[in-house]
């Protein structure tokens, strides 16, 4: 009992998926019942035209004929039915894709920083892509042969009830043995979606790490776990297709045993006078009917099991808690923001910026990474973050962008407790620039536009020249239009990051973040990208997380964060005097940088 209420329920999460597609199923179950249809005519113009022939009967012959016009109806009625069929399976995938990609979308960060890129991947493309495989054949697998079957067996029993009750009998004992047989297909083919998850994820890790397999021999682990991986796939799918061998051996040992049976009870029942012969060959007619049935019961077993699979995968997703979304008034920040000498925040505090009150926080409710912690950005000054790594700099920042929540205490953006913003609110008035900046598959162009994309190329190019960015753009052949390859790979580090910089200067936000901007970079990129940065954060509230003193040393105050904690905070030469943490990092970052 607890197995069927189990199955119920995901068979009502299964359907769940399907949003809008009444129109699919009733061409789902139509589609079958056609077939009975044409299956029954076909049966009845069989017994007609036979006993016509034997007892030379005129009007049985036309009403053969009339059968044989009804069925030639049907059949082109048929392929319109397939064609809506198809059509409305297109709308669905349409809907589901776009359902799966939208709550995705909405996910807090956790989600992604706790699963690998891949399995996301596989699940939104490779489950999905087979659930629309599901709806254009797997359903039919199993529904067509419940509803064939079973219109056969009760057309056979109007016919003749002893025979009927036979078949009925043999179809049961066949169902009941391909259920038994079906019970490991579950858990193999949760083991084999698994699999593929994994051999994706490992393939994914080997493109992306392919110089460094080539460069290190012992990177090269990667692969031999990818093909061992691939291994186990082509293994558990081989012993799947085995167990699906075995019912469907057994299928066909029923659906050949139950027209033999038939056959010689019928041919012996019309020599005895119990029936005549044409009911007799419109029985054999509809045998081939629960035939088809026997045959595919097992095999529709398994892919309704497929499909319960599948949509666990797809839910592995969907159920997933969306991230909160504070409910606020909309505000259009980019109006009160004026991009220009004497910038300033209409209808704000005077000197709101930003402002973080005794935060505490925690990734998985146990260690603390902030303890605490209180900032204060004043409006159009720089604040900026010291420490060792693992202080908690830069959960600091992605506190900030709205992708975690405080355990306890408060952040203020603009005046504003950060639980007033929706997330698109609270990152319109955000511009940042991290130590990787991620650039996409596209022209420089698209790329800075990404920063508001109403901008002009007029602005784009402006842009680009306060991140001084211009010059080296133009250097290449096609300009503005140049493709930067996969995550900007065509482009030096520095070229990256003055590309996003311009994509800043584009988002013309009041709040600017920079994490680690330019840790990364040689001291010539450094130089350039940092009078970019110069350029981007006159005027602007800026938080800077970083290592190097040359984005720090003009700060309008500085935290040092140790242990999740602010231990000492001033300005540069404040600091240096007091010879704590901070006059050691200093020493460090020098001794390190005379090395």
Same mark, same amino acid.
């Given at each position: ?20 597609? %009444? ?100 699940k939104l493309c490779f489950n999905v892509e087979d659930i629309k495989n599901s *709806?254009?054949?797997?359903?039919a697998c199993v529904i067509n042969p419940l509803i064939i079957g079973t219109a ?39 083991? &084999? ?16 790490? &392919? ?53 010689? &009870? ?21 045998? %081939? ?58 209808? *704000? ?35 900026? *973050? ?114 996003? &910089? ?94």
């Amino acid at each position: 009992m607890k197995q069927d209420k189990l199955t119920v329920a995901k068979l009502k999460k299964y359907l769940s998926l399907f949003e809008k597609s %009444g129109a699919y199923w009733c061409c789902q179950f139509l589609i079958p019942g056609m077939e009975v249809l044409i299956s029954a005519t076909n049966a009845l113009f069989y017994q007609k035209i036979i006993n016509a022939v034997t007892n030379s009967d005129m009007a049985l012959f036309q009403a053969a004929l009339w059968f044989a016009a009804v069925v030639l109806a049907l059949n082109m009625t048929k392929c319109f039915v397939i064609y809506t069929f198809m059509y409305h399976i297109r709308q669905i995938m349409q809907r589901l894709r776009l359902r799966v990609m939208n709550h995705l979308f909405h996910l807090p960060m956790a989600y992604f920083e706790g699963h690998h890129t891949a399995d996301s991947i596989q699940k939104l493309c490779f489950n999905v892509e087979d659930i629309k495989n599901s *709806l254009a054949n797997r359903h039919a697998c199993v529904i067509n042969p419940l509803i064939i079957g079973t219109a056969a067996i009760v057309m056979i029993l109007l016919l003749d009830p002893r025979i009927g009750l036979m078949v009925l009998a043999l179809s049961i004992v066949s169902v009941r043995i391909n259920m038994i047989l079906s019970k490991p297909l579950h858990d193999m083919a949760v083991r &084999i979606q698994k699999l593929f998850a994994d051999c994706t994820q490992r393939l994914t890790d080997i493109l992306a790490g &392919i110089d460094i397999i080539k460069m290190f021999p012992g990177a090269r682990v990667m692969t031999e776990r990818y093909f061992d991986v691939n291994e186990n796939v082509a293994a558990d799918t081989m012993k799947r297709f085995r167990r699906m061998s075995d019912i469907s051996a057994v299928e066909w040992m029923f659906g050949f045993l139950c027209n033999i049976v038939i056959l010689l &009870i019928g041919v012996f029942m019309s020599f005895a006078g119990w029936v005549d012969f044409g009911t007799v060959v419109a029985i054999l007619s509809l045998q %081939g009917m629960v035939s088809y049935f026997l045959k595919n019961i097992g095999s529709a077993w398994g892919y309704l099991i497929d499909c319960f699979v599948l949509s666990d995968r797809v839910f592995e997703i969907l159920d997933q808690p969306a991230a909160s979304e504070h409910p606020a008034p909309s505000i259009c920040f980019e109006e009160q923001w004026i991009d220009s000498v004497g910038r300033r925040y209409d209808s *704000l505090e005077e000197d709101c910026g930003i402002k973080i009150n005794d935060a505490v926080f925690s990734y998985d409710n146990a260690q603390k990474i902030l303890n605490g912690v209180n900032i204060t950005a004043d409006r159009g000054k720089t604040a900026a *973050l010291v420490g060792e790594s693992g202080g908690g700099k830069s959960t600091v920042v992605k506190l900030l962008l709205g992708f975690y929540q405080l355990d306890s205490g408060t952040i203020e953006v603009l005046g504003k407790p950060l639980e007033g913003y929706t997330p698109d609110e609270l990152r319109q008035n955000i511009a940042y620039v991290p130590q990787d900046a991620y650039l996409f598959t596209t022209t420089i162009r698209e790329n800075i536009r990404y920063g508001r994309l109403s901008a002009t190329d007029e602005e784009v190019m402006e842009a680009a020249r306060r991140a001084y960015a211009h010059d080296f753009i133009m250097s290449f052949p096609n300009g503005y239009d140049t493709m930067v390859g996969e995550r900007g790979e065509s482009l030096s580090g520095g070229q990256r990051q003055r590309i996003a &910089i311009a994509r800043a200067f584009i988002r013309n936000a009041p709040i600017l973040l920079l994490d680690e901007a330019t840790s990364a970079l040689d001291s010539k990129s450094e130089q350039l990208v940092q009078k970019g940065l110069e350029a981007l954060m006159g005027g602007r509230t800026t938080l800077v997380v970083a290592h190097r003193l040359s984005t720090i040393e003009k700060a309008d105050i500085i935290y040092v964060v140790e242990h999740g904690t602010v231990c000492e905070k001033g300005r540069h030469a404040e600091l240096m005097r007091q010879g704590g943490v901070y006059n050691r990092l200093v020493e460090l970052s020098k001794s390190t940088a005379g090395v």
